[in-house]
């Protein structure tokens, strides 16, 4: 089993969609709940991030964590083309050492105009 | 203040030749890491390295090198390259203090034909 599974998509939504993306994970050690978006061809950039259960809101983005079923989702409210990346899932704080992090392999999103 | 650069950008290898991949950056990180990412997969950690002199092996390190002799620098050396480590390669660092973020190179796109 994979550490870290993400819908893999492609997730093609209208301009001013909600957006739901998930994942989630294995190892109960996890603490952080981090998404990092990547815009092609570009390196990754954290977007958000969560500690341990429950939910923060940044703007239009949601990030939503529930340790007990280690299930982690992302809400894009009103979704724009500028939001068009590919989403990485990215837990971290399970022992080891210098903040390694462990990826998901991502869902691409394009919003359309 | 430009972050993380990598250089170069593109490079087409022949098999059994050898580069190095260069990474710097100049927010004074103790942390620096080197990823690879393939297509539909997550970015595997290949070498990480928490202050100058130190480094150690990710999860994927077979076939590669790493140095830190400055804190700003972390370059990563390809020896005899196969077309297994066609990939795009991602340099990151992370101050190692509070912050969780890891800020992210563009990276460098790597075949090996």
């Known amino acids: 089993q994979k550490e870290v599974e993400q819908d893999p998509g492609p997730l093609s939504v209208p301009e001013g969609a909600i957006v739901s993306l998930n994942c989630t994970y294995s190892n109960s050690a996890f603490q952080y709940f981090m998404w990092y978006r990547q815009y092609s061809r570009k390196g990754p950039e954290l977007l958000m991030y969560t500690y341990s259960s429950g939910n923060k809101e940044d703007g239009r983005f949601t990030a939503q964590v529930d340790k007990s079923s280690k299930y982690i989702s992302l809400f894009i409210r009103d979704s724009q083309p500028s939001d068009s990346a590919t989403y990485l899932c990215v837990p971290e704080g399970a022992g080891g050492s210098a903040r390694q992090l462990t990826f998901g392999s991502g869902t691409q999103l394009t919003v359309l105009p | 203040n430009a972050g993380v650069t990598q250089t170069p950008k593109f490079r087409i290898l022949k098999i059994g030749q050898s580069m190095t991949l260069q990474c710097a950056q100049d927010m004074n990180h103790n942390y620096m890491y080197w990823y690879r990412q393939d297509p539909g997969m997550g970015l595997k950690l290949i070498y990480y390295?928490?202050?100058?002199?130190?480094?150690d092996k990710g999860e994927v390190p077979n076939g590669y090198n790493v140095s830190r002799s400055t804190t700003e620098d972390f370059p990563l050396r390809l020896e005899l390259a196969a077309p297994s480590q066609t990939s795009v390669y991602f340099c990151?660092?992370?101050?190692?203090?509070?912050?969780?973020?890891?800020?992210f190179g563009p990276g460098t796109r790597l075949t090996v034909t």
């Open positions: 390295s928490v202050g100058a002199g130190i480094t």
């Open positions: 990151a660092s992370n101050s190692g203090l509070a912050g969780r973020e890891q800020y």
